[in-house]
């Protein structure tokens, strides 16, 4: 039967950080082995030269600090080609070109790894000297924000975080070592940063060093004081563990319980917060001793508790049961403390071998990456199911990553105090998971659209649901991080208005909700463009123009391009006279003798004029019988001024003077203009005028009804209405009937007055 290299129960760190390894088929493990050993090798020839004779800004020998990280990394399983990548990371420093040359030699994993190793580098070091030398107390808001720069780096790539973390640990060592002063900067980093890390993702064995060595710089004196104490009592500690470990493996081999009883080591930093917390002297602390049992499965685990407490008393309140409630780390064992004989309590802990494993290794474990691609080890298949699992290991230490963060975050409230200038400083971003594992940055409450508008802008608009950790929310759900969020779109569409809505929650992000944004205002002008453009292909083919091209026309006229004619004639910003003007041959010029003639003929006219003014609503001064025609671009009325434009073939168009369209032709052609007045049938309680009135303001449910019973009230009739809306924004153009523009104005003035109305004018 196949199975999953994923699903050893002892994998290390080992199967964790080898991410490129080639396919392997069954037999190549050895010769795989060797050609890492050598490549092992070939790194370290090759960074010698280079490292030789130079120091890192700790003041350690390159080569020599470089050698200690491969040790270290070696003594916690880390495989060849991560070892090689030490040797690289600070060879690098020395190179022109460091990621080509690395490429080439070691290949482009080797290059990225050293290249990402060496950035987190430049940040740590540009940061540090803000840590300043303040003992052992909590970091401040600065260096708290530089941890967050570090959680991100690592988050990409968990190699990077065993080699910092190998680093730090060999740094410390060379100051134990050669004895010299310690920065106080570096042990704090080391002690609040470096060593929780390595404990939330399980690294116990650099954890420990890496506080004793940080505990032994901060405070010499009580390091000093607790390890002369336990250098007096050790003898005899060593005797009554011995003799407690012999009475209990044979207590259990009786019982038929294969196990491996060991005596536990305990940790000067680890004495001294016992001390603090527990409020003990060092010599209850000494008398504590503490013992690890090692068995084969999980019922093998309850069936040596039940035999410790057989042959010791129990204290009930020292249980914890982490096998059924395992630590947020993946952390599983019983722990119990029990006192013997003499009253001497025993702390012992009980776990599988795969538990050890895992409490040695870490989040690590999770990972389990066989060193053999898809072939797996003697041909035995890793896919399928295989890429699932590794995104998952990815979630696992993202989480514990994002706990190691918060607990920095917690650590600072408690240092500020009640809630003080350290509260929310992680509050700001959450990090989710696609399905496939990609980690995705979002502000804190980001909602599904928020997610999937930073994956791609076409998978926003076309959002319709969202899973997160395979159950359906809502779209306005706000995400958590460590979740598994999957997008459900459509093949096709948009998003809607509702999401702009900050009532209702859809969007947190202010990247997507300007996307949204910008797709209705794209709408608004494909909306806008068309209805130009069908205004001017209409007008052509009135004026049997049709051959004429769009884009002749649009340059012709001054603009870019169609498009932008066909935008600002949708918008009622442009007239299409404008256009007739340039479709139609200018008539010729009159010459002077042409104009005196035309002059006299209007003077010899002026008493046929007033003769029929009574009758008339719009007189022609100096003309009679002339077509007039009111102007649809303005729209007069009286008392208006009004002035004259002789047309070709139309008559007079009759514009307000302050008509945009009337200054223009009248700049271009002034001989056209001709002096016009309202006459008395135009005055009259009989006359009607539609008048077009513009009003923009905010819009509510409602507005437009409340505009109309204004116009009602005032007894006006609206003929026509057209709103548009864009976000909370509305403009409204009404036509409406009135024989007095005068009167008009009182009624404009009370819609002003309406909820919401912004600006009220006549067009």
Same mark, same amino acid.
């Given at each position: ?234 003898? *005899?500690? !060593?005797?009554? $563990?011995?003799? +407690? =470990?012999? %009475?209990?493996?044979?207590? /259990? ?131 399928? *199911?295989? !890429?699932?699992? $590794?995104?998952? +290991? =990815?979630? %696992?230490?993202?989480?514990? /990553? ?147 091209? /769009? ?213």
């Amino acid at each position: 039967m196949k199975t999953s290299a994923l699903e050893s129960p002892h994998a290390t760190i080992v199967e964790l950080v080898d991410l490129d390894l080639p396919e392997g088929e069954a037999g190549d493990l050895a010769n795989l082995r060797q050609a890492r050993e050598e490549g092992l090798a070939r790194a370290r020839d090759f960074a010698a030269p280079l490292l030789d004779g130079q120091h890192i800004d700790s003041g350690e020998p390159a080569l020599a600090h470089a050698d200690g990280v491969s040790l270290i990394l070696h003594g916690i399983g880390a495989p060849p080609s991560l070892r090689a990548v030490a040797y690289l990371v600070y060879a690098s420093a020395f190179l022109k070109q460091p990621d080509e040359v690395i490429a080439r030699a070691f290949g482009a994993d080797a290059a990225h790894l050293a290249a990402h190793a060496r950035k987190l580098v430049q940040i740590q070091r540009n940061a540090r000297d803000m840590l300043g030398d303040e003992g052992l107390g909590p970091l401040n808001a600065e260096q708290v924000e530089r941890i967050r720069k570090m959680l991100l780096a690592f988050s990409r790539d968990l190699r990077v975080v065993l080699l910092r973390l190998a680093s730090r640990l060999q740094t410390l060592r060379h100051f134990a070592e050669t004895k010299q002063p310690c920065p106080k900067a570096l042990a704090r980093e080391a002690m609040q940063v470096f060593a929780p890390l390595a404990n939330r993702l399980g690294i116990w064995q650099i954890k420990w060093e890496l506080e004793d060595l940080s505990f032994r710089f901060l405070m010499p004196d009580t390091y000093r004081s607790i390890a002369r104490s336990l250098d007096e009592k050790r003898i *005899e500690r !060593e005797r009554n $563990v011995e003799h +407690a =470990r012999q %009475t209990l493996a044979q207590a /259990l081999a009786s019982s038929g319980i294969e196990a491996t009883v060991q005596g536990r080591p305990k940790h000067l930093y680890s004495i001294w917060k016992k001390m603090q917390g527990k409020s003990l002297t060092i010599e209850r602390v000494f008398d504590l001793r503490a013992l690890r049992v090692i068995v084969s499965d999980v019922p093998a685990c309850y069936a040596a508790l039940s035999r410790v407490h057989e042959l010791w008393q129990p204290m009930p309140e020292e249980f914890s049961d982490y096998i059924a409630r395992p630590k947020p780390n993946g952390y599983q064992s019983l722990h119990t403390v029990v006192q013997d004989e003499q009253g001497r309590p025993i702390e012992i802990q009980i776990r599988t071998q795969a538990m050890h494993d895992h409490a040695e290794s870490g989040v690590a474990a999770h990972w389990a990456y066989k060193e053999a691609g898809t072939k797996g080890y003697a041909g035995v298949q890793a896919a399928g *199911e295989f !890429e699932s699992r $590794v995104a998952e +290991a =990815r979630k %696992t230490v993202l989480r514990q /990553l994002l706990a190691w963060e918060r607990d920095l975050a917690a650590a600072d409230d408690q240092y500020q105090g009640q809630g003080g200038a350290g509260h929310g400083l992680f509050d700001d971003r959450i990090y989710v998971f696609t399905p496939d594992g990609k980690i995705i940055d979002l502000p804190a409450g980001a909602t599904p659209i928020d997610f999937a508008y930073a994956l791609h802008t076409d998978l926003g608009h076309r959002c319709r649901g969202a899973r997160v950790d395979g159950a359906m929310v809502t779209l306005n759900t706000s995400l958590l991080s460590g979740q598994t969020v999957e997008v459900v779109a459509a093949k096709e569409g948009g998003p809607s208005l509702d999401w702009l809505n900050a009532e209702q929650g859809y969007l947190r992000s202010p990247r997507a909700r300007a996307k949204v944004r910008a797709w209705f205002n794209a709408l608004a002008q494909q909306a806008t463009i068309a209805r130009g453009r069908d205004a001017v292909e209409r007008l052509l083919q009135r004026e049997g123009k049709t051959s004429v091209k /769009l884009e002749s026309l649009a340059d012709m006229l001054g603009f870019r391009n169609a498009d932008a004619l066909f935008e600002v004639v949708g918008k009622d910003e442009f007239s299409l006279r404008n256009i007739e003007q340039v479709l139609r041959p200018s008539a010729p010029e009159q010459t002077a003798d042409e104009l005196i003639a035309q002059r006299l003929a209007r003077t010899e006219q002026e008493a046929a004029a007033s003769r029929g003014k009574e009758g008339r609503g719009v007189l022609v001064v100096g003309v009679d019988s002339l077509l007039t025609q009111l102007a649809r671009c303005c729209r007069p009325a009286p008392p208006d001024a009004i002035g004259g434009y002789v047309t070709r073939g139309k008559g007079v168009a009759v514009h307000r003077r302050e008509c945009s369209n009337f200054r223009q032709m009248a700049h271009q052609h002034p001989e056209r203009v001709i002096a016009v007045e309202w006459g008395k049938q135009a005055m009259g309680d009989d006359a009607s005028y539609a008048v077009d009135v513009l009003i923009e303001g905010h819009d509510r449910p409602g507005l437009l009804r409340d505009v109309c019973d204004v116009f009602a009230q005032g007894k006006t009739h609206v003929k026509a209405m057209h709103s548009q809306s864009h976000h909370d924004e509305i403009t409204i153009t009404l036509t409406v009937q009135t024989a007095d523009t005068s009167k008009l104005a009182s009624l404009l003035s009370r819609v002003a007055q309406v909820h919401g109305i912004a600006k009220i004018r006549r067009k």
